[in-house]
């Protein structure tokens, strides 16, 4: 069962207390440019921890002056890496950011998962970015050790055909949703520590379920230390 908190309007003092870290402390965990022209190889220009690809089709038009993207089809697609080597954030802030272009509101699920690491129902604790069939908007979803689960959920519909840039973040005092440079929804509040010891997948539940159909490019998630 899921759980969900939709925010349409953002408090500005939350907007503030949630964005006043400086870019400069993020530090980067694992990111990939998605710029491979071919092979089942998905580089991670962080700290050269590859993933793998499944019936992804490599080197379609990117957002401009990033290059190419990955096409998943919502039916064989999946790229993941896996959990060996990548820290979990613990109590540290997590920043996911990450380009989609959906294919429609036809969806395989009404929630397809654009990236996310660990599982509501088996996962000590997750993050991850979703693409809702159900209204063409973005949701951003934290779960740590104190608030079972917790989204944001708001902006403009992206289901248009352009490129959009959707970044979640979980900070000790709440979570925002930003697309396209603009915060559009928050949550107060403090998930506590996330930990788990799942695979990173992007464009699918599991490896095994793919169930995003459109384009994603340049994944990165950064801890703040």
Known sequence: MRFWFCISTVALAGVFALTSQADAAWVPQWG???NELSGTLMNDFVANRDGQLKGVHVGVPGPAGYGTAYRFDGVTSAAWRSATGLATPGTRSV??????????????????????????????GYYKVEFLSNNGRASCGFKGTIANVSHVTGGPSVNDGRWHRIVCTKTSTG???SVDGVVRASHAGNVGSINMSDDLVIGAYRQSSPNFRGDIDEVLIEYFN
């Open 175 to 177: 979570i925002t949703l």
């Open 32 to 34: 990939a440019h998605m």
């Open 95 to 124: 920043r996911v950011s990450v380009w989609i272009k959906p294919n429609g509101l036809s969806q395989p699920t009404p929630e397809p998962d654009v990236v996310k690491r660990g599982y509501s129902a088996s996962s000590p």
